[in-house]
């Protein structure tokens, strides 16, 4: 069965549609009006794998904080539809992931119970455009819609875009084994608890 899912999202603030197929190649469409942010979520999709569409729209004349916020939600709403029961994923998994001087570790345990560790500090106040301080909102948006326990941490670093960037490009890879499913156990449920 495909794990696929589109979901939608429109506030006062943002309009966001997003469709992802799990089980893909990697390719992307991605359009937020937010360059970094849009270099991000395409490092995150063909690092993962994961077929990824975003389109968003938001009150970015304010700030880049709801657009950012809500575009994690709706792609964690998108993994979580699409990963449906979890019967059959591994479930756990970890990447270590060097970028120049930068070396970052994200481990996760894809458990539909949500919570961020995230220990990433930044020297700098924007990348870009982009506040840093919102990369732990989106993270935070993101574990939380898709049911995942997420831990990030940069071991060291100097680099503000290779810290955050060696971020999602770990949450990626590790996001991309803990989903595939278990040769060993393709249909059950991962848990002695018989659900997740």
Same mark, same amino acid.
């Given at each position: 069965?495909?794990?696929?899912?589109?979901?939608?999202? %429109?506030?006062?603030?943002?309009?966001?549609?997003?469709?992802?197929?799990?089980?893909?190649?990697?390719?992307?469409?991605?359009?937020?009006?937010?360059?970094?942010?849009?270099?991000?979520?395409?490092?995150?999709? %063909?690092?993962?794998?994961?077929?990824?569409?975003?389109?968003?729209? =938001?009150?970015?004349?304010?700030?880049?904080?709801?657009?950012?916020?809500?575009? =994690?939600?709706?792609?964690?709403?998108?993994?979580?539809?699409?990963?449906?029961?979890?019967?059959?994923?591994?479930?756990?998994?970890?990447?270590?992931?060097?970028?120049?001087?930068?070396?970052?570790r994200?481990?996760?345990?894809?458990?539909?119970?949500?919570?961020?560790?995230?220990?990433?500090?930044?020297?700098?106040?924007?990348?870009?455009?982009?506040?840093?301080?919102?990369?732990?909102e989106?993270f935070?948006?993101?574990?939380?819609?898709? =049911?995942?326990?997420?831990h990030?941490?940069?071991?060291?670093?100097?680099?503000?875009?290779?810290?955050?960037?060696?971020?999602? %490009?770990?949450?990626a890879?590790?996001?991309?084994?803990?989903?595939?499913?278990?040769?060993?156990?393709?249909?059950?449920?991962p848990?002695?608890?018989?659900?997740?």
């Amino acid at each position: 069965m495909a794990r696929k899912a589109s979901v939608a999202r %429109k506030t006062k603030e943002t309009e966001i549609a997003v469709s992802v197929n799990l089980d893909g190649t990697g390719t992307y469409k991605v359009s937020t009006g937010v360059g970094f942010l849009d270099h991000m979520l395409e490092n995150f999709s %063909k690092h993962s794998l994961i077929d990824l569409e975003v389109q968003a729209r =938001g009150d970015i004349h304010i700030d880049f904080h709801h657009l950012t916020e809500d575009t =994690g939600i709706v792609i964690g709403e998108a993994v979580a539809k699409a990963l449906g029961d979890r019967a059959g994923i591994t479930r756990y998994a970890d990447a270590l992931i060097p970028m120049d001087e930068t070396l970052t570790r994200v481990a996760m345990d894809v458990s539909n119970r949500p919570y961020l560790i995230w220990k990433v500090n930044f020297t700098k106040p924007k990348l870009g455009d982009m506040d840093t301080e919102l990369f732990k909102e989106w993270f935070q948006a993101f574990a939380q819609n898709a =049911g995942i326990t997420l831990h990030v941490e940069n071991l060291y670093g100097e680099n503000n875009h290779h810290i955050v960037e060696s971020c999602y %490009k770990g949450l990626a890879r590790a996001l991309r084994h803990a989903i595939t499913i278990d040769a060993r156990s393709p249909h059950a449920v991962p848990s002695t608890k018989g659900t997740l």
